[in-house]
């Protein structure tokens, strides 16, 4: 399988403070890929370089062929970004801000059929400011995929998310997989990462802990000894809510 993303010895300085320490990784074309960590690890800073959005420090990323630390501008032609916190213009429609990211990116996405494919069609003519959080999340992720990218990247996208919200959001991440686009995703969520991601890095202190898929990454610890003082349930409370209030969104 191809490598779309290679990062090799990525660093990022503050004066005296590395918060990105030589680490490596990559990324296959097709798969949902998580980036793990606490508060500061380093995971949306990662993010950032890969993006061309932060200057490199030290290290390379190579993204489809694309030296990222030489040529942003074009890797910002091939990728999609959602942010923790996306702005768009407060007095134009949904439709009416596709259609103008289809014109400056020279594009002709056709913007009805994003907004069906994000559940928004009967929000057309609606302004952001009055969508609900799950709907400017999922507007945000329309407005992304614009460009129809080579990769997308997710950014804590279910933060701060209702279950109805969050679980219609993983479906829509998987239907992106499935039509061949790459994801790199960010989440506190251990479920969210577990049920997405094809493989997992885990961050602490800005280094990457270990790599592997979420199945291996639990077998290995189980290896260890490691055992839980009570029996892991086959259902949660977010399972009992979602089955009494149903998956639809309520939005």
Known sequence: ????????????????TTTVKG???????????????PNGAGKTTTLEMIEALRPIDGGTVMLDGINVGKQPAQVKEII?????????FDKLTLMEQLRMFNGLYGETADAAEL???????????????NLSGGQRQ???IAAALI???????????????DPQARRNLWDLIESIKAKGITVVLTTHYMDEAELLCDRIAIMDNGKILT???PKNLVKALLGRGFTKKQEVEKANLEDVFIDLTGKDLRE
Do not use: C, W
Not at 1 to 16: C, D, E, F, P, Q
Not at 115 to 129: F, M, R
Not at 147 to 161: A, C, I, M, S, Y
């Open 115 to 129: 907004l069906a494919e994000v559940q928004l069609t009967d929000k057309a003519k609606s302004y952001v400011e």
């Open 138 to 140: 999922r507007f945000s």
């Open 23 to 37: 680490i490596s990784f990559h990324v296959e074309e097709g798969e949902v890929f998580g980036i793990l960590g």
């Open 147 to 161: 460009n129809k990218p080579r990769v997308l990247f997710l950014d804590e996208p279910t933060t701060g998310l």
């Open 1 to 16: 399988m191809k490598r779309i993303i290679s990062v090799k010895n990525l660093t990022k300085k503050y004066g005296a």
């Open 211 to 213: 790599i592997d898929t």
């Open 80 to 88: 999609g970004i959602q942010l923790q916190s996306t702005a768009f």
